[in-house]
Structures are given as structure tokens and as C-alpha cells.
């Protein structure tokens, strides 16, 4: 067990080294995982591990070639399972009613759940992890890549490794940002200046406004990196796949 500066120590590792994470390891980690809470202790997910060089290779442009997914020892794609639960259901005469928003729901807090459990195991072992967002924007060729089957959905990658860097700390927003006593305490132009300086203030985020020819680094999030474009876009496609995969959205 690390120390308590392991709270605010830990970093999203993106760079690996050659050494391999064994397969005991990766099982063992998985197993205490799974001991995160989950919804009615129903366990709504399935975790698909890509080890080999083609495997990983075929996962690559789904995560639009972020080199930490070919540059890590494994990579786990923590997927939203109603599959398994509607099939027990099945051949024990129970009538399953999965195929929902609803137990959608439950399955991908499930299966973030043990996917940020499993984050923490493999850090306090000394790895390194990145999780990759871009999971349910190509859910459609994740899903072909990794044979996943309806009611199945990926929901968040991890590639894991040994770390080959040590990155800077990139910073969190005061918790005053988002403690709120009793009663939600809405925000003021006054209160935003005031919560987001010291994230505004930063040389790395004065850089992201120089490079991208922004007034704002508000605009750099807004229009660069998650623009109502994409959001709209991956929106539609993610609920044409649900629909495809037999969940009513
Ligand atoms: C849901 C989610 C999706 C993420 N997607 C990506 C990603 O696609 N690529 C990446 O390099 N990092 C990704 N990250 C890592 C974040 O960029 C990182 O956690 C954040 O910048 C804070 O850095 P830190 O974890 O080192 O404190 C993701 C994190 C989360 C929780």
C-alpha cells in the first residue's frame, strides 16, 4: 500500500516501458476489482483484454491512433454487459427486462465503477494507466474489433504498463468548485473568475490558448477540443449502435 500523497501524486501515465504486465497480475487486479460496488451486486459488465501486437493494432484507429494504446502491455476495454445477465435470466425461467435506458445506466456506473477500482489496484502496484474517453465515441468498430456481441456496450479503455515517464502535475479546480453545503449554490460570472484563476493562470493552459490561436482557455474546451460538432455527432452515431444492439433508446 502507497502512502497517503498517493491521493494527489497519481497521474495519467501515457508512455510504457518494454516490461511486460503477467497475466497473473492483470487477473489478480481484475479479481479484487471486482469487489467495487455494483448495482444489486449483479455485476453488469465484461472486461476484454488485448494483449498481442494484433490485437492492440486492430484497436489503434478506433482510439485515433493515441500511441499509448500500441505502446502498452495491455489494453482492457471495460464494456457494459446486459448480455450475460439477460442470458441467465433466460435459462432460468426469469423474464429479463435489460434491454433499456435504464439498465443501461446501471451497467456503465458498473462498469466505471470497477474500471476506476481497478485504476487505483493497478497504480498502488506500481503501473501505470490512461483511460481513453474515445471508447464510446467508436463504439461501433470497438465493438466489431472485439467481437461484442448485443446488449454489450464498450464503455471506458485502460492501457496499462509499467511507467516510462513521470508527468507533471496537471492541476484540479479548488474544491470550493464543487462542494456545495446543503442546497446547490449556483455560479456567478464573479464566482467563476474567482474558482477557475488559478486553472487560467497556469503556464501549460496559457500555452493551449497561444497554440490554438484562442482568446480563452474556455474556448480551447468549447471549440477545439470537445466542439458541439463532434459532441452531436458521436451522440447520434452512439444511439444508432445502441439501437443496433437491441437496446431501446
Ligand atoms: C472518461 C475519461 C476519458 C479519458 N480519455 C482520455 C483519452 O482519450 N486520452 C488520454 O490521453 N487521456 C484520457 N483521459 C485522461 C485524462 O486526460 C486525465 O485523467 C486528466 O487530464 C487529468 O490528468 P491526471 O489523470 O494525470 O490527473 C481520460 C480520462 C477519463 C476519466
Known amino acids: 500500500m502507497k502512502n497517503e500523497s498517493y491521493w494527489t501524486d497519481r ?4 508512455r510504457y516501458s518494454d516490461r511486460p504486465v503477467s497475466d497473473a497480475l492483470l487477473k489478480d487486479m481484475l479479481q479484487k476489482a471486482a469487489h467495487a460496488p455494483t448495482t444489486g451486486n449483479m455485476q453488469l459488465y465484461s472486461v476484454i483484454i488485448s494483449r498481442t501486437a494484433e490485437e492492440k493494432h486492430a484497436l489503434a484507429a478506433a482510439h485515433f491512433n493515441q500511441p499509448q494504446v500500441e505502446g502498452c ?4 476495454t471495460f464494456c457494459a454487459d446486459l448480455n450475460r445477465m439477460t442470458r441467465w435470466c433466460q435459462v432460468r425461467k426469469a423474464d429479463p427486462g ?7 445506466i446501471a451497467a456503465i456506473l458498473d ?5 476506476q477500482q481497478f485504476n487505483t489496484i493497478a497504480e498502488q ?3 501505470g494507466v490512461c483511460m481513453l474517453g474515445t471508447t464510446t465515441y467508436n463504439a461501433p468498430q470497438i465493438a466489431k474489433a472485439l467481437g461484442l456481441p448485443s446488449l454489450v456496450v464498450p464503455v471506458i479503455t485502460l492501457t496499462v504498463g509499467y511507467p516510462a515517464e513521470s508527468p507533471e502535475d496537471c492541476g484540479r479546480l479548488p474544491v470550493e468548485a464543487f462542494i456545495h453545503n446543503g442546497r446547490y449554490n449556483d455560479y456567478t460570472p464573479e ?10 493562470a497556469r503556464e501549460d493552459s496559457k500555452r493551449f490558448v497561444e497554440e490554438n490561436d484562442k ?8 471549440d477545439v477540443r470537445y466542439p ?5 455527432h458521436f451522440s447520434t452515431t452512439f444511439i444508432e449502435y445502441l439501437n443496433s444492439i437491441g437496446i431501446k433508446i
Open 111 to 115: 462498469t466505471s465503477l470497477i474500471a
Open 73 to 76: 502491455s495491455a489494453v482492457l
Open 191 to 200: 464566482s467563476i473568475d474567482k474558482l477557475y484563476s488559478e486553472k487560467e
Open 228 to 232: 458541439r460538432s463532434n459532441n452531436e
Open 11 to 14: 497521474r495519467t501515465i501515457r
Open 98 to 104: 435489460f434491454d433499456n435506458l435504464q439498465s443501461l
Open 215 to 222: 482568446e480563452t482557455l474556455a474556448q480551447v474546451f468549447a
Open 125 to 127: 502496484n506500481g503501473l
